[in-house]
């Protein structure tokens, strides 16, 4: 299958600072990303949207202003994770489509924010 | 998009096929069946997917109900680098990719 890539795999941060998180498409070009949120124990859960050069849509809940998204080429989209505190602390998981195709995940960024 | 139910999770001996169920009675026409699963920290890895027809490729196999109000994904001979959650999605194709419990599969020696 495709391939989506995100780096880094893994953050450690300290309060208050910001996190940036890329995830780009390798092979393929990515109309479409998605980003999502995993805590432990727990199961993905959508945060933002993003179509190429427009603004992310976000869901319920999910503060614009803190969780910075672009998307500015069709093969990589970013996420800003500002001010980061220790509740912040997560599995972050970018995945990217093209057209209506199915989705492709990268593996996913750990972030623990101390 | 429908909603999905699975069980919680599932046993299956190795070498043996697995045959993970899911149900999605209030699935409409245009709704897509997929599945995914995700290994321990990692991202979630594209396993099948289908409308109608019953599916098969290198993975697995897709066997979806002539009502389609149920499907079964079957790993053939499961190993153990198959435990894993996996994840049954019913949505309309160009939605976005909304995740549920899932079914957690440990496939044991």
Known sequence: GAVVSQHPSWVICKSGTSVKI??????????TMFWYRQFPKQSLMLMATSNEGSKAT??????????????????LSTLTVTSAHPEDSSFYICSARQGFAEAFFGQGTRLTVV | DAKTTQPPSMDCAEGR??????????????????????????????IIHGLKNNETNEMASLIITEDRKSSTLILPH????????????VRVEGNDMRFGAGTRLTVKP
Do not use: M
């Open chain 1, 58 to 75: 976000y869901e319920q809940g999910v503060e614009k202003d803190k969780f910075l998204i672009n998307h500015a080429s069709l093969t």
């Open chain 2, 17 to 46: 096929a697995a045959n993970l169920p899911c149900n999605h009675s209030t699935i409409s026409g245009n709704e897509y069946v997929y599945w995914y699963r995700q290994i321990h920290s990692q991202g979630p890895q594209y």
């Open chain 2, 78 to 89: 499961a190993t153990l680098r198959d435990t894993a959650v996996y994840y049954c999605i």
């Open chain 1, 22 to 31: 890329e995830c780009r498409s390798l092979d393929f070009q990515a109309t």
